[in-house]
């Protein structure tokens, strides 16, 4: 069948008659009113549907039928080690709902239940229902953002064989460099619960590459986290002025971070966690050369540095999700946490560990959401780094964002984001710029860099009924961007930018996380001289 795996007529009888009925009494946690009788779990049932459901006609076509001969099938196995309850446990309905988070997180998983099926011995039977994503991607496209084309070809697997893992390969112009490049992930890495990443680029001025190895907090009472990222880049750094580069510097940047937290206390759904951090960076600069017309941006004062410091980290998170659907992506569940989070990193770069420079260094995260209702949802984060040297503070970086959604109708939507950034003395690659890339879609990328800017965006969103073979979802968008930016040239803050536009959202029904893909056409109201009437843009980078 191309629907559902089924594993027994009996077990789905029960589910008619008992989760309905339970479903009716409590339509919401039907797990929690289990946990209160103190039920126990007798039986772990897993089934993994399609990705085109067979037994809908839209989706009943030589599309649908092909692509799921085609699709390798997620294992049991691996959908089995994602859960945080056994056969046998005591039923604890905050663990269903944060394994039901974590299946619908994986990239190749399109939506995830877990529903209860009360057996006539009291027991419980976990029906643990999965809709596999497609998966394989071959990327073949041509992009325009700020006035500014890339091409890229790829072919992405999330889900190689049915086994969770993911490889990848791509090749990539822009108007900086080329690139070819080799990604491979594993979240359960020999059938454990460490995960790795591993990346490599190969571009025409140089390589980036990364690996990750990590032990995460994969439950909210996990006892303890430990984990090492090391990264190459070297290439070069453009540094940008009305659109165009300016300058041009080779640049090598090297790091090692080594993380170790433990489980310090929880109360409630609230945890509280703390650990340490061992840190190392190389960063060095070559010759900076002009290769942009003469003017009022100068030359950057270029330091090389060796950080080596150790650090001490402590967090706090709750359980407090809720889920949405149609805010940012399609037809898709979207799981935000409606609680404060936070995550602390306080340390030091010491010369006797082989730092050239004696400061204290830090960094701050925190967020939270709101909503009264599935209609309406408010999100904030906020994260403030950097380091404190003698001379001051020194690549300190402030961010502050704040997101909105509102649905007037069911396929109505208004959605609004708010950021603003503030640097004191930054690196040069972590200068700030205001243009398409920072999201005013009608103009051109990297119109001017500063230390200081606010973006605002607002878009009214339709949705509609239109879905083409079960794989598109069509849909509108009309658009206001604003913004300015405080110039590194000594001219104080720039004018405000805005600009207007109307474009199409279709989203692809069948991806992990209902990705939309993204074609608007943006005019500018206060425009530059030198750049277009309007701005044509063409991706599936969203911003909210």
Same mark, same amino acid.
């Given at each position: 069948m191309g629907g559902i795996r089924r594993s027994g007529v009996c077990q789905l009888l029960g589910l008619v008659a008992v989760v309905l009925p339970l479903r009716a009494a409590n339509p919401v946690r039907p797990w929690n009113a289990l946990e209160a009788r103190k039920a126990t779990i007798g039986k772990i049932t897993v089934e993994i549907g399609d990705v085109f459901d067979l037994s809908k006609p839209a989706e009943n076509t030589w599309v649908g039928r092909t692509a799921n001969h085609l699709h390798s099938s997620t294992r049991e196995q691996v959908i089995r080690r994602v859960l945080l309850f056994a056969e046998g446990d005591r039923v604890r309905a905050r663990r269903i709902y944060e394994t039901t988070r974590l299946l619908r997180a994986l990239p190749f998983v399109r939506d995830a239940s877990i529903d209860p099926v009360l057996q006539p011995d009291g027991?419980?039977?976990?029906?643990?229902?999965?809709?596999?994503?497609?998966?394989?991607?071959?990327?073949?496209?041509?992009?325009?953002?700020?006035?500014?084309?890339?091409?890229?070809?790829?072919?992405?697997?999330?889900?190689?064989?049915?086994?969770?893992?993911?490889?990848?390969?791509?090749?990539?112009?822009?108007?900086?460099?080329?690139?070819?490049?080799?990604?491979?992930?594993?979240?359960?890495?020999?059938?454990?619960?460490?995960?790795?990443?591993?990346?490599?680029?190969?571009?025409?001025?140089?390589? +980036?590459? @990364?690996?990750? !190895?990590?032990?995460?907090?994969? %439950?909210?009472?996990?006892?303890?986290? $430990? =984990?090492?990222?090391? /990264?190459?880049?070297?290439?070069?750094?453009?540094?940008?002025?009305?659109?165009?580069?300016?300058?041009?510097?080779?640049?090598?940047?090297?790091?090692?971070?080594?993380?170790?937290?433990?489980?310090?206390?929880?109360?409630?759904?609230?945890?509280?966690?703390?650990?340490?951090?061992?840190?190392?960076?190389?960063?060095?600069?070559?010759?900076?050369?002009?290769?942009?017309?003469?003017?009022?941006?100068?030359?950057?004062?270029?330091?090389?540095?060796?950080?080596?410091?150790?650090?001490?980290?402590?967090?706090?998170?709750?359980?407090?999700?809720?889920?949405?659907?149609?805010?940012?992506?399609?037809?898709?569940?979207?799981?935000?946490?409606?609680?404060?989070?936070?995550?602390?990193?306080?340390? +030091?770069? @010491?010369?006797? !560990?082989?730092?050239?420079?004696? %400061?204290?260094?830090?960094?701050?995260? $925190? =967020?939270?959401?709101? /909503?009264r209702s599935s209609d309406d949802l408010t999100l904030l984060a906020a994260s403030w780094e950097g380091r404190n040297p003698p001379g001051g503070l020194e690549d300190s970086r402030l961010s502050l964002s704040l997101t909105k959604y509102r649905k007037l109708t069911e396929k109505q939507i208004l959605a609004g984001l708010v950021a603003v950034d503030h640097a004191r003395r930054p690196d040069p690659e972590h200068w700030y710029y205001i243009g398409g890339d920072q999201g005013l879609r009608g103009y051109p990328n990297q119109v001017h860099p500063g230390d200081a800017r606010w973006t605002a965006s607002f878009d009214y969103r339709l949705l509609t009924d239109q879905r083409w073979w079960g794989i598109v979802r069509m849909g509108y968008s009309a658009f206001v961007d604003l913004g300015a930016i405080r110039r590194l040239d000594g001219q104080g803050w720039s004018r405000t930018y805005a600009d207007v536009g109307v474009g199409l959202r279709l989203g692809n029904l069948k991806s992990s996380v209902g990705r939309v893909i993204l074609l608007s056409v943006a005019v500018p109201l206060n425009r530059e001289p030198y750049q277009a009437r309007w701005q044509f843009t063409v991706g599936n980078a969203m911003r909210f």
């Open positions: 027991t419980v039977v976990a029906l643990v229902r999965v809709r596999d994503a497609w998966t394989t991607q071959v990327n073949v496209g041509y992009s325009q953002v700020g006035g500014q084309a890339s091409t890229n070809f790829g072919v992405d697997e999330r889900n190689f064989l049915g086994t969770g893992k993911s490889v990848a390969f791509d090749l990539s112009k822009d108007s900086e460099r080329s690139t070819w490049g080799l990604a491979y992930g594993d979240p359960q890495l020999f059938g454990s619960r460490w995960t790795l990443a591993a990346h490599t680029q190969y571009l025409t001025d140089g390589y +980036v590459r @990364s690996i990750q !190895l990590e032990r995460p907090f994969f %439950a909210l009472d996990t006892p303890w986290s $430990t =984990g090492v990222v090391l /990264s190459q880049s070297h290439s070069s750094l453009s540094l940008y002025d009305q659109g165009v580069q300016i300058f041009h510097v080779p640049f090598i940047q090297n790091e090692v971070r080594l993380t170790g937290e433990l489980l310090l206390g929880a109360s409630g759904d609230r945890v509280w966690r703390g650990g340490l951090l061992l840190k190392r960076e190389d960063t060095s600069y070559g010759v900076i050369t002009q290769t942009g017309p003469p003017g009022a941006l100068t030359a950057p004062l270029l330091a090389s540095r060796r950080l080596r410091g150790v650090a001490l980290t402590f967090s706090t998170q709750k359980d407090a999700f809720d889920t949405f659907v149609d805010l940012q992506g399609t037809d898709s569940p979207e799981d935000y946490n409606l609680a404060w989070i936070g995550k602390l990193e306080l340390g +030091v770069y @010491s010369r006797s !560990l082989g730092s050239t420079l004696a %400061a204290p260094f830090f960094r701050i995260q $925190t =967020g939270s959401g709101w /909503s």
